[in-house]
């Protein structure tokens, strides 16, 4: 029983590691061929718009909100991907299949003093 508790506190240090490295990383998407660029954080956080002079046109200010969204989709997707390739690991450990992470994260998260 003591084996298992130590496992479960290493895989509790290992996902807030990982956890605090997503926070850290910086991930891009784009959109427009490139007009438009997002970069977020691992856990999608939005950090920075960069928007082409070319993108706008103040006659047509939805063409430029859609790549913005666009772009920001595509920024938030690469930190999906991102995030199943730090934590997906951790999930596998857990006994997970699809979803096993999230739920992994919001029990270790949920508990007091964890």
């Known amino acids: 029983m003591q084996q298992l508790l130590q496992q479960a506190q290493k895989m509790q240090q290992d996902l807030a590691a990982a956890q605090e ?4 990383a ?12 997002a ?3 691992g856990s999608g956080e939005l950090r ?10 103040p006659e047509d200010t939805e063409t430029l909100a859609d790549l913005v969204v666009a772009a920001v989709q595509a920024a ?4 999906q ?19 096993t992470c ?3 994260r919001w029990r270790l998260r949920g508990r007091p003093g964890a």
């Open 76 to 79: 938030n997707e690469n930190a």
């Open 26 to 37: 910086e991930v891009q998407g784009q959109s427009g061929g490139g007009l438009v660029q």
């Open 48 to 57: 920075a718009l960069v928007i082409d002079p070319k993108a706008v046109d």
């Open 21 to 24: 490295e997503l926070a850290r």
């Open 102 to 104: 999230a739920r992994a």
């Open 39 to 41: 970069t977020v954080t």
């Open 81 to 99: 991907a991102l995030q199943q390739e730090k934590l997906g690991p951790l999930a596998q450990g857990l006994g997970g299949g699809s979803g």
